[in-house]
């Protein structure tokens, strides 16, 4: 790469079909091409949130629509003002509260206020399923399913904080957490004979 500042691979115009590292073929110079990534990687987490409150029932359009116009602005080589890029990356940081309270929202009316709780780690003697990613209600349906058949449910990493809702930790075969960050989550899942259940936004 010959210019460490600039790459882009955004668009179908990309230099060779790998990525411009000089300038945009476009016509985008390297600061516009910062821009645009940091608002596709905030709106990836705001889609992903959006997304989980949106399981549960709960729903914005406004929000819905900072997304689709704001992913537009990023897939179409109308507009190269990097100032108005600023602007949507400031926005982005105010949806993500807005998007973060939708779903604490969702998540407290559906599962109840969560306290503290105290969360056995490692597994249990006999059968399980690892439940991983971000997913309250994935993890609620398969409580439901699996209650009474002796099937012991576990979350992975990022989960945790399910215990703590009242809704959820009164399955007694909720019987644990393991795992430590989400990127170790290879090492571990080969460590147990469980099946893993994964929504699709999980990493």
Same mark, same amino acid.
């Given at each position: 790469?010959?210019?460490?500042?600039?790459?882009?691979?955004?668009?179908?115009?990309t230099?060779?079909?790998?990525?411009?590292?000089?300038?945009?073929v476009?016509? %985008?110079?390297?600061? @516009?091409?910062?821009l645009?990534?940091? @608002?596709?990687?905030?709106?990836?987490g705001i889609?992903?949130?959006?997304?989980?409150?949106?399981? *549960?029932?709960?729903?914005?359009?406004? *929000?819905? %629509?900072?997304i689709?116009?704001?992913?537009?602005?990023?897939?179409?080589?109308?507009?190269f003002?990097?100032?108005?890029?600023?602007?949507? !990356? *400031?926005?982005? !940081?105010?949806?993500?509260?807005?998007?973060?309270? /939708?779903?604490?929202?969702?998540?407290?009316?559906?599962?109840?206020?969560?306290?503290?709780?105290?969360?056995?780690? !490692?597994?249990? %003697?006999?059968?399980?399923?690892?439940?991983? !990613? +971000?997913? @309250?209600k994935?993890?609620?349906?398969?409580?439901?399913?699996?209650?009474?058949?002796?099937?012991?449910?576990?979350? +992975?990493?990022?989960? /945790? =904080?399910?215990?703590?809702?009242?809704?959820?930790? %009164?399955?007694?075969? @909720?019987?644990?957490?393991?795992?430590?960050?989400?990127?170790?989550?290879?090492?571990?899942?080969?460590?147990? =004979?469980?099946?893993? *259940?994964?929504?699709?936004t999980? =990493?």
């Open positions: 790469m010959e210019n460490i500042n600039m790459f882009c691979y955004q668009c179908s115009q230099a060779g079909g790998k990525g411009c590292t000089k300038a945009g476009c016509g %985008k110079d390297a600061t @516009l091409a910062k645009q990534d940091n @608002l596709i990687f905030a709106l990836k889609s992903a949130y959006l997304y989980h409150a949106g399981e *549960l029932g709960y729903r914005d359009k406004e *929000l819905e %629509k900072f689709s116009k704001s992913l537009y602005s990023t897939l179409t080589n109308v507009n003002d990097s100032a108005s890029f600023v602007r949507a !990356g *400031l926005d982005a !940081g105010r949806i993500n509260i807005d998007v973060m309270r /939708l779903l604490k929202k969702a998540h407290i009316e559906s599962f109840g206020e969560p306290e503290p709780a105290k969360v056995s780690t !490692g597994t249990k %003697k006999g059968k399980g399923i690892i439940v991983t !990613g +971000h997913s @309250l994935l993890l609620d349906e398969l409580l439901q399913k699996t209650e009474g058949t002796g099937i012991n449910v576990y979350t +992975h990493s990022e989960l /945790l =904080p399910a215990h703590g809702y009242p809704a959820l930790r %009164k399955y007694q075969h @909720l019987a644990g957490n393991i795992g430590k960050a989400w990127y170790d989550q290879k090492d571990v899942f080969s460590e147990y =004979p469980f099946p893993i *259940l994964a929504p699709p999980a =990493p």
